[in-house]
């Protein structure tokens, strides 16, 4: 029987600008198709998601402007940082997404990469809707509310 790998250092990647300017609808789920010199990368947590969006081309979902730092190991054969990378999703979700995201003001943002405990990585994405100047306000307000509650409870 094989060992199973366990990978010691967790990778937890968050598009915290995301929140802030989105309000989020659906969340999915997604792989990626990424090169051996990209996953290297991840691992090592040199990866940007702050300018990253989502877009359908020929009926696949792919992101772009996703940054990914070139591998530092690798001579030859390593990657450019930004390029369209495919996610992979069930036709199902697809169509779905597809449909959702040509309404008005919807889009597809990327919120966070992963290594799951098989060693692959993942992204969840999400189905969000821009928020306005009010809104961000509002969830400011209520951020600084809890944290007064918090402060408050430690006294």
């Not at 359908?56 to 996703?66: A, N």
């Not at 690798?74 to 597809?98: G, T, V």
């Not at 009010?134 to 409870?153: C, F, I, N, V, Y």
Request: glycine content about 4%.
């Amino acid at each position: 029987m094989a060992k199973s790998k366990k990978f010691e250092k967790i990778i937890n990647i968050k598009n915290k600008k995301a929140s802030f300017q989105f309000e989020f609808i659906d969340t999915y789920t997604c792989g990626m198709v990424l090169k051996g010199t990209e996953i290297k990368s991840i691992r090592e947590s040199k990866i940007s998601l702050t300018e990253a969006f989502c877009v359908f081309l020929r009926g696949e979902l792919y992101v772009r402007q996703m940054h990914i730092a070139p591998y530092s190991m690798a001579a030859n054969y390593n990657h450019a940082a930004i390029r369209d990378r495919k996610l992979l999703l069930s036709k199902k979700e697809l169509e779905k997404l597809e449909t959702k995201s040509q309404e008005k003001g919807l889009s597809i943002i990327p919120v966070r990469i992963f290594i799951n405990d098989r060693g692959l990585a993942k992204m969840e994405i999400a189905l969000g809707r821009g928020k306005k100047l009010h809104d961000k306000r509002h969830d400011l307000k209520e951020k600084d509310a809890k944290r007064e509650l918090q402060r408050m409870a430690l006294d």
